[in-house]
């Protein structure tokens, strides 16, 4: 028999929404983690496994990876991690496939959770100027920016507290992002009509600064969840 629901918290959006920023400020309110399948990747690809090197081939060229491969890891994650009172996941489902794939992985498990979709929607022009000023912190995978979130002490993570470990994703350059929102637009925009069909979809101004899409996911969240 399963359980009683837990609640798992889709992000959508397209590359440079935030919808990283907003799963950890999400994570720390809902008690939750978060999952990341980019980050996902990009662990595996710093292994430096034939895997990993097939997996750097693929995202520098802006294109989705494989399903199974991201289906598998997003599986380890979630039977290794605490994730019985749900989680948030930040980059998946990224297709129709993907999406299928979630339902019937959700089905495997003893409890029953109940999906929210949000969709942080965001125009192309600050896409691209979001992006090619992004860094994070290799550490612990912060975001930060050059124009509006750089760390309180100059070089030092403002969270895990690493000295000098700043890093610029490779696929961050303004050629593959063109790129990435393409392959956005062609495969991971009908995922939020299916959501939407399916009544779990809630959407936010992306536009907005970091605390005011905050805001605007809280007010949303809390009409149909309690925490
Ligand atoms: P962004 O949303 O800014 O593009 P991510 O870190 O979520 O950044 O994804 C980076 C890259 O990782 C994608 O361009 C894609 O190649 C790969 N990727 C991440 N999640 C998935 C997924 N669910 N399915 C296929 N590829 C993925
Ligand atoms: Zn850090």
């Known amino acids: 028999m399963k359980t009683e629901d837990s609640t798992i918290v889709i992000l959508i959006g397209p590359p440079g929404c935030g919808k990283g920023t907003q799963g950890e400020i999400l994570s720390e309110k ?6 990341s399948t980019g980050n996902l990747l990009r662990d595996e690809m710093k292994s430096q496994t034939s895997l990993g090197k097939k997996l750097r081939t693929t995202m520098c060229t802006g294109k989705l990876v494989d399903d199974q491969i991201v289906l598998n ?11 019985s009172d749900g989680f948030i996941l930040d980059g998946f489902p990224r297709n129709i496939k993907q999406a299928n794939e979630l339902e019937e992985l959700l089905d495997t498990l003893r409890k029953s959770f109940k999906l929210v979709a949000i969709d942080v929607s965001v125009s192309d022009k600050k896409i691209i100027n979001r992006i090619v000023n992004r860094y994070y912190c290799t550490e612990c995978k912060t975001n930060y920016n050059k124009l509006y979130k750089n760390p ?3 070089n030092i993570c403002d969270v ?3 000295e000098g470990k700043f890093a610029v994703r490779e696929d961050d350059t303004e050629e593959i992002v063109r790129k990435r929102l393409k392959e956005y637009n062609k495969q991971t925009a009908p995922v939020i009509s299916y959501y939407k069909k399916k009544g779990v979809l809630l959407k936010v101004n992306g536009d907005e600064a970091v605390d005011k899409v905050s805001h605007e996911i809280d007010s949303k969240l809390k ?3 309690t925490y």
């Open 152 to 154: 309180i002490k100059k």
């Open 223 to 225: 009409k149909i969840l």
């Open 73 to 83: 890891l997003l599986k380890a994650k979630i039977l290794t991690e605490i994730c």
């Open 160 to 162: 895990c507290g690493s």
């Open 30 to 35: 809902l008690g939750n983690i978060t999952i």
